[in-house]
């Protein structure tokens, strides 16, 4: 049932006590299905991401004092969009900065939402290659996803001032440069929607990375991540590297209870499997199916299907781990990433033995010497070949080199044992 399904017209409840929690959580729903389409089509309308942005911004503060005072409207994404259009029209016509476009805006229909890819044209020009990627990132987040700048700042290790002043600068340059707000086609589109990809992929990774926090995920990014995922699976079907990545961020997100128990991390080895989503993961071995049927590889499906290699396992032991190797060998072909090579050395180890795997992991040491995550894998393989003084080195290293504090936790307890 979607978020507007939940509303009937009815006679508003007296504010307070559950009738407001029912009205927060709507709004809070509405606004993740609504708000994104909501700024695209106002950017369209009226040429400003600033404008779009403020009003959708001024009609959330609305309604969630209307709402608690009134009750939920017959259909709360139609309010909403009334209020950010009425709210858009109102700062137009008070500043005169498109007052010969004014008289051609026609009201909005009094419909719910739109369709399924209205989101599609402000992610790719959130995403243009034009801005840098970290701007890329805090801009989705912020258009798209509707995240506050504290929140974008936490979920990329930035600061709030830096975080603030690197959406203004895109917003900016999306004006000045005239970056359309389309999703491309020809030649440049397959490109495009692989830059699309990864900013929703990175979004879902630093949800799990959070600076001084304990194994829990920024729920809020992670969500969105995945959210993300389904819209544009679903908006472009024949996109087989979209369903690739709304597979292998399922296959992620069914873990998420048994990765996280009272806020320590639990490596995959050591996860109660039985805590793992089935529904989660019934929807990413179709979604993998489904981009399977297109065929047309790419790196998100090998990614999910290497994913789908460890659901498969009844536990870990029984790791299908040269199929893992295989994985990532083809994998190789479109993506040569430091740690695409760097996870592939932990499958060689399971094949070919440790001290293969290291030798790949020691080439990798001038990308990756300040990831602590190298030198995590590194102690691991150390250990193994019984090289114990330089693999609680390693992990010193590595407990240098994390914020995390769930992740600092794990390796301070690796090297004391």
């Given at each position: 049932?979607?978020?507007?399904?939940?509303?009937?017209?009815?006679?508003?409840?007296?504010?307070?006590?559950?009738?407001?929690?029912?009205?927060d959580r709507l709004l809070a729903a509405v606004v993740r299905e609504e708000s994104a389409r909501i700024t695209a089509a106002l950017t369209v309308s009226f040429g400003s991401f600033d404008?779009?942005?403020?009003?959708v911004a001024q009609a959330v503060e609305e309604a969630l004092r209307e709402w608690r005072a009134r009750g939920i409207p017959p259909g709360p994404g139609a309010w909403l969009m009334q209020a950010s259009r009425h709210n858009a029209l109102d700062r137009v016509r008070r500043e005169r900065v498109l007052r010969d476009k004014v008289a051609l805006l026609a009201p909005a229909p009094a419909t719910e939402g739109g369709p399924a890819d209205e989101r599609l044209p402000l992610l790719f020009g959130c995403c243009h290659p034009a801005l840098a990627p970290e701007a890329q990132l805090a801009l989705t987040l912020r258009a798209v996803c509707g995240l506050t700048t504290a929140q974008i700042a936490r979920a990329t290790f930035s600061t709030d001032p830096a975080t603030g002043q690197r959406i203004s600068r895109a917003k900016r340059k999306i004006a000045e440069s005239g970056i359309p707000l389309r999703v491309p086609e020809g030649p440049d589109a397959a490109a495009r929607l692989d830059l699309v990809l990864t900013i929703v992929s990175v979004?879902?990774?630093?949800?799990?990375?959070?600076?001084?926090?304990?194994?829990?995920?920024?729920?809020?990014?992670?969500?969105d991540a995945l959210w993300l995922?389904?819209?544009?699976?679903?908006?472009?079907?024949?996109?087989?590297?979209?369903h690739g990545l709304h597979a292998l961020l399922q296959f992620h997100r069914a873990r998420e209870s048994a990765r996280s128990v009272d806020g320590e991390l639990v490596l995959l080895a050591d996860q109660d499997r039985a805590r793992w989503d089935p529904a989660l993961l019934a929807g990413a071995r179709a979604s993998l199916e489904q981009a399977a049927r297109l065929r047309r590889p790419g790196r998100w499906q090998l990614h999910a299907a290497i994913a789908a290699c460890h659901a498969d396992a009844a536990d870990a032991a029984s790791t299908d781990w040269l199929q893992v190797l295989t994985?990532?060998?083809?994998?190789?072909?479109?993506?040569r990433s430091p740690v695409v090579r760097l996870n592939r050395a932990v499958a060689?180890?399971?094949i070919e033995g440790p001290a293969v795997a290291l030798s790949e992991v020691d080439a990798l040491e001038d990308p990756l010497a300040r990831s602590h995550?190298?030198?995590?894998v590194r102690a691991s393989l150390l250990r193994d070949l019984g090289r114990e003084d330089e693999a609680l080195a390693a992990d010193l290293r590595a407990l240098e080199l994390t914020a995390n504090d769930a992740e600092r936790r794990l390796l301070a307890a690796r090297a004391a044992r």
């Open positions: 049932m979607s978020a507007t399904d939940a509303a009937t017209p009815s006679d508003p409840e007296p504010p307070g006590g559950a009738a407001v929690a029912a009205s404008v779009a942005e403020e009003a979004m879902y990774s630093e949800a799990h990375f959070v600076a001084g926090a304990d194994a829990d995920a920024d729920r809020d990014v992670a969500d995922a389904r819209v544009i699976a679903d908006a472009l079907p024949r996109a087989a590297e979209a994985l990532y060998d083809m994998l190789l072909a479109y993506d060689l180890a399971r995550l190298w030198h995590a």
